[in-house]
């Protein structure tokens, strides 16, 4: 009996920690889905500058950079490391979103489970208004996890090809640089290339 009883109570603290976390997980989920709507913003925003750009004026664009950047650095070693700065940048431009892909759905599934023990006491207890309540909790949680993710999805997707485009653009660039070609040649060269 006494045994019984030391379970009971170390599942009741288990409960009460875990339903002590229903508020951060909700504030998480609500903070998370305005810095999604944020993302997009930023996201739109982008792919209207590249759009009014067109391909051309990107090429352009990252040929002035990097032709800027190669003036100050000078030698082979240095366009080595521009090349995985450039690299760098758009892997930390990408990581956000990418985590977002998998922590709305985790905070949305815990903000699932979380009302689910005190729906299924109140089930068990004919206390339908407090299931009715605590669903409205699991799947409202649910929803906007969900959004969360497929939001960072897609703006993740867009955002990975968009960069391996320019970075492909930037080591062709500096291919041509480092077999002893001008900055013009390479320019040219990128020029060339289809739209």
Known sequence: MRRGAELEA?????????????????????????????????????AVARSLLGRRGRRSRLFRWFEGMVERVGNPEGIERLVSLAEARAARMIEPTHIGVRLGPMLGLVGTLIPLSPAMVGLARGD???????????????????????????????????????????????????????SHEAKEEADRLPT
């Open 10 to 46: 170390v599942f009741g603290l288990l409960f009460r920690v875990a339903e002590a976390f229903l508020v951060p997980v909700v504030v998480g989920l609500l903070i998370m889905l305005l810095w999604a709507a944020y993302v997009v913003g930023e996201f739109c925003a982008e």
């Open 128 to 182: 339908i208004s407090l299931v009715a309540q605590n669903l409205r909790i699991c799947f409202s949680t649910t929803v906007l996890g969900l959004i969360v993710g497929g939001i960072c999805f897609a703006v993740t997707t867009v955002r990975r090809r968009w960069y391996a485009e320019d970075l492909a653009e930037i080591e062709h660039m500096a291919s041509i640089l480092m077999k002893g070609g001008k």
